[in-house]
């Protein structure tokens, strides 16, 4: 009989249960997730092939490396194709969301997409895995504070990391996580938890906080926050989700979620200069409450 190798992640309080016949190792981000606390566990199967088959389907979504298609039954086939060699596919990956349960087989001879943990996350779509489970995760920075968590969301390029480190300089707060943080409400409450996906500040702090505000950056002159209504906090908290886009239950699953989310959450528009007036506009809007004003220089 094969020997499996199993191992638990644990990302939002949501288990995601390795089952693998090859040995690999579990990187440097992943370690601090490496736990079985979770309230549901998705298992994920992986197994070698010398010959890949899956059902013959429309083709729904095709990029350089990846091919979705939607069988007849509903369910979505991600066929993975080996870098540089665009019609040369070595993995198949299925995700049956009513059994919990991910199917990954992949052609002998190419362990090598699959010696680390990302490896694996890569080819599973944690991203829905984690949605159908009820979390959303947001491109922003996640920091700790004593108002509770504050999230820093906008384009590439616009400052997240800038202002979280800020907080962190001058009043105290704790980076948790600097690229991927995941929301999830739980009992009631709207909870930021850190993932092992940080981008370029490596913080990968596996811990929550309530959720207190999620800020979206604009680069100014001048500091000025506006809090934005349901319609516009939806619609920019929405652009920053990571969401399979090909797969119609996962975008509704996540309209849901989102609109829930902006309804319950304060979002705001923070249009600021990377320096502490950024920091001292939010801190006396999150200390007082109050709805728009600017800083004075």
Known sequence: MEQKNKVVYCLANVNIRLEVSEKFRTTKDFITFQDDKGDCTYDVQLFTVEELSYQRSPVVYEERYLKVLKTSDGKYIRIYNEEKREDNPYAVSCFDKEQQQIKISYLK???????????????MGWESILLNAGCLIL?????????????????????KSTQAELWCRHIGAELLNGDRPILRKSKGIWSAYGSPYAGSSRICVNDSCPVRVIVMLKKSDTCRLRRLNQ????????????ISTWDSGDMNKACDLAIQLTSEIEVFELSCTPD???????????????REWTLKI
């Not at 001879?109 to 890569?122: L, M, N, P, Q, T």
């Not at 491109?139 to 400052?159: D, E, K, M, Q, V």
């Not at 319609?231 to 990571?242: C, R, Y």
């Open 109 to 123: 001879g190419y362990e090598k997409f699959f010696r680390v943990s990302e490896g694996y996350f890569a080819h």
């Open 139 to 159: 491109h922003a920075a996640l920091i700790r504070t004593l108002y509770g968590a504050i999230l820093f969301s906008g384009p590439s390029g616009i400052g």
């Open 231 to 242: 319609s516009e906090a939806f619609k920019a908290v929405f652009a920053g989700l990571t």
């Open 276 to 290: 502490i007036r950024a920091v001292k506009i939010l801190q006396n809007e999150l200390m007082k409450g109050g």
